[in-house]
């Protein structure tokens, strides 16, 4: 089975805090993705990782950066975090981006972060 | 552009009543697939079943069956005989041949009751 793990299932920071949440996969995949899911809105993409230093913006990036430095390793960062990223974040991993068969992602437990 | 739609915010049964999920999608290209997802109060999303649009065979596992109609762009999710243990948000997702993207739909929360 394939197992996404996040650093941690709750997080709380402070305004202007630098933060980082981290995501590992076990499968080998080479596709990785950050969302954050909010009520009433759903799941919006905000970056996602093609390979090992190759990444691109989702719907939402404003205020997120990425890193991906080895393949298994897919961090989101909030360089100054605000109150409006309070949200729960999920990270997806999915074999490839091609056949299309190999688009299925598997999802992280997610990590709820309060900014306050 | 590609959508999901699930028209139904939430809903809420009493045990062993069926019920179905709506999903509508829109989408230009002719090779997609369509998934659906169980997001429990835990908050894992947990993968049901994909579907590729060129099966659009009915699908049955258990209580759970999918109606893949591409006439109407719809994949919708019958739950049969309902269980406490069914209470989550079920997402409807498209993702197609020349966008690697993933786009949900926003949610039906389903509340099942004793």
């Known amino acids: 089975d394939v197992k996404v793990t996040q650093s941690s299932r709750y997080l709380v920071k402070r305004t202007g805090e630098k933060v980082f949440l981290e995501c590992v996969q076990d499968?080998?995949?080479?596709?990785m993705f950050w969302y954050r899911q909010d009520p009433g809105l759903g799941l919006r993409l905000i970056y996602f990782?093609?390979?090992?230093?190759?990444?691109e913006k989702g719907d939402i990036p404003e205020g997120y950066s990425v890193s991906r430095e080895k393949k298994e390793r897919f961090s989101l960062i909030l360089e100054s975090a605000s109150t409006n990223q309070t949200s729960m974040y999920l990270c997806?991993?999915?074999?490839?981006?091609?056949?299309?068969?190999?688009?299925?992602?598997?999802f992280g437990p997610g990590t709820r972060l309060t900014v306050t | 552009a590609q959508k999901v739609t699930q028209a139904q915010t939430e809903i809420s049964v009493v045990e062993k009543e069926d019920v179905t999920l709506d999903c509508v999608y829109e989408t230009r290209d002719t090779t997609y697939y369509l998934f659906w997802y169980k997001q429990p109060p835990s908050g894992e999303l947990v993968f049901l079943i994909r579907r590729n649009s060129f099966d659009e065979q009915n699908e049955i596992s258990g209580r759970y069956s999918w109606n893949f109609q591409k006439s109407t762009s719809s994949f919708n999710f019958t739950i049969t005989a309902s269980q406490v243990v069914d209470s989550a948000v079920y997402f409807c997702a498209l993702i197609t041949g020349s966008n690697y993207k993933l786009t949900f739909g926003k949610g039906t929360l389903l509340t099942v009751n004793p």
């Open positions: 997806a991993s999915s074999l490839s981006l091609t056949p299309v068969e190999h688009y299925e992602q598997y």
């Open positions: 499968m080998d995949h080479e596709n």
């Open positions: 990782s093609y390979d090992v230093k190759m990444k």
